[in-house]
């Protein structure tokens, strides 16, 4: 047997906490990233562990699969994630959470496939399918990431928002000024019409309202 191996890392305008809440929001996937996902079905969470499958689509091969996923926290600065494939190959990503500051990470993903010793030739196309999925799932997370690191200064709150803007109401003076820690908590808050599951709701989409 031999291993692949492909790494990408970039740095987030939020505290690692918000990458984590971004990592355990299973529901992201099908609006956010509706170009990668079609389907997500969470099998069991509990704590900071989940299993999910996931139906996909790879870029630049351009082939669908899904496979089940184990994901939990094996420290506060270490998410595993293992997906199961159908033919038996396992994709292993650890990702790696560092404190750059108060309000910004570094984010390091590791991923490794065991593979037969006659496949260890496709690993730069290996590398070029994970680079690509990397950049372009964050690119679609990091707006988001950052926006909901902005609203929680403000005070936001799961499924009731800010509270001054639903009573229309002015600002409070200095909202968003004071650093309000992120907590880690999981699993995050679901939707009672899709937090166990759900399709993409659209094929197309020019922006996409999550
Ligand atoms: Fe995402």
Redesign the pocket.
Known sequence: MATLRAECSLDMECPKEVVVW??Y?HE??VG??YKYYNRFRIIAERHDWCLVERFYKLPIIHLRASSMGLMFMESPNLIRSIQFGKLGLDLHQEIHLEDLGPERCRVTCVYTMEVPILVKPLEPLFRRVITQWFHD?WD??AP?RIRRWKVWKLGFRDFRGLDYVNDKTAKPAGAGEKYRPYPMKLPVPKTPEAGRGASRPFDTSVEVGY
């Open positions: 971004n990592y929001d992201h996937v956010t990233h799932t679609e997370d988001m």
